[in-house]
């Protein structure tokens, strides 16, 4: 069975959702692929919108969590919603004709109103199936032909419920993300010293893991810089693909103090970590949880970044600061209190192991199935996508 999992590169959070369940499905044997709809529209729209968001996010945060909540209160007007659709509705149909999938999986809210526009006109049947990626719903997740909704918590199901959405078609799994997550947690007292020696670090200091999300937003860098010369702990910063904010802290490098860029062994630097300090993006909460990890989360972004922030805050396994003072008192005072640090570590521990991402391709591999079995009504020819 073919599923077409749909994401857009707007920080690493859609496109981390969308990988653990590909990776379900492959396992489950299903041809899974990932495309980028940002991608798809036009390489260049994706740069240029990625970096509006960006910089709205550094420089106005106010200004874009009010136009979260604002736009998240009101339905779109159709003629809006029709114009949003029409900037990759070409494309999507192309895919769909080429590929022929069995089912799609939506990671970002846009991909979904196209393919629900798609049906309503009658060009396609298959099954549009929608993962939100954060603890909070904006109303652009709801459309009114898909199928089925995954959500992270019950507050989530509530909110689309609240937009129009069936609450018998909205299912809590959490958030997805890969199994690797999950399975290192059980090896990560046994083998955290292990782990730290092989990668350069001593194993009897703590180790506190800097992580600014996929665009490396976390803020005050020199103010940190201060803070970790007077801190009494091995510091790692993961910048991810923002060489920006790579080459601005390679000059920190020491035997302290350690800068990497990209990592594929992500899971293995936040099991071994005492501490991690990061922004509130859902995936990065959830694979924190997912490992057993303390969280301190650093001015969480109006809108979607608070409501993950209380989520991981209502774990008992993360604390958020908005003023840096509080944030460096709590890392002074709990690498020098480490039972603080203890008791966060089994509040996350004491969780159930992520199994979203395997639920998720379950129902999607059920809905394939079905379409399967009804597709000569709706197949439509094509050549393979370029």
């Not at 895919?95 to 009658?122: C, H, K, M, N």
């Not at 790579?246 to 970590?273: C, F, I, K, N, T």
Request: net charge positive; aromatic share 8%.
């Amino acid at each position: 069975m073919k599923v077409l999992l749909i994401s857009a590169s707007f920080g690493e959070g859609h496109n981390q959702a969308a990988f653990a369940v590909q990776e379900a499905l492959r396992d489950a044997g299903a041809d899974a692929r990932v495309v980028d709809y940002m991608e798809l529209v036009h390489p260049a729209l994706r740069s240029v919108a990625k970096f509006s968001l960006i910089q709205g996010v550094k420089r106005v945060p106010g200004l874009y969590g009010w136009f979260y909540r604002s736009t998240s209160r009101l339905d779109p007007p159709p003629s809006l919603q029709r114009r949003l659709n029409r900037l990759g509705i070409a494309q999507v149909r192309r895919w769909l004709r080429a590929y022929q999938p069995d089912a799609v999986v939506s990671t970002f809210p846009v991909p979904s109103g196209v393919i629900s526009e798609l049906r309503q006109a009658g060009e396609t049947g298959v099954p549009s199936l929608v993962v939100v990626t954060d603890y909070t719903a904006h109303r652009q997740w709801y459309q009114p032909e898909t199928d089925w909704y995954f959500v992270g918590s019950a507050e989530v199901r509530d909110e689309l419920a609240g937009f129009g959405a069936d609450p018998a078609r909205i299912e809590v799994t959490g958030v997805p993300v890969r199994k690797r997550f999950a399975s290192v947690r059980s090896e990560a007292a046994q083998h955290r010293a292990t782990w730290r020696e092989q990668r350069g670090l001593r194993s009897d200091v703590p180790v506190v893991l800097m992580m600014g999300g996929g665009a490396g937003l976390i803020a005050d860098i020199s103010v940190w810089i201060r803070i970790i010369r007077d801190t009494p702990a091995q510091f790692v910063f993961i910048c991810g693909h923002n060489e920006k904010l790579y080459r601005r802290l390679a000059p920190l490098q020491s035997p302290r103090v350690r800068v990497l860029g990209y990592v594929e062994d992500m899971h293995v630097w936040m099991a071994m970590a005492d501490l991690i300090i990061s922004k509130a993006g859902a995936i990065t909460v959830t694979e924190a949880l997912a490992v057993g990890t303390p969280m301190l989360l650093f001015r969480p972004i109006p809108g979607q970044e608070v409501k993950n922030a209380a989520f991981a805050l209502n774990s008992g396994a993360a604390v958020c600061f908005d003023d840096i003072a509080q944030a460096a008192h709590f890392l002074h005072e709990t690498l020098a209190q480490p039972e603080r640090l203890a008791q966060m570590r089994q509040r996350a521990l004491a969780l159930p192991p992520s199994s979203a991402a395997e639920r998720i391709a379950k129902r999607a591999m059920a809905f394939a199935a079905k379409y399967r079995e009804h597709r000569h009504a709706y197949a439509v020819g094509g050549a393979e996508p370029q």
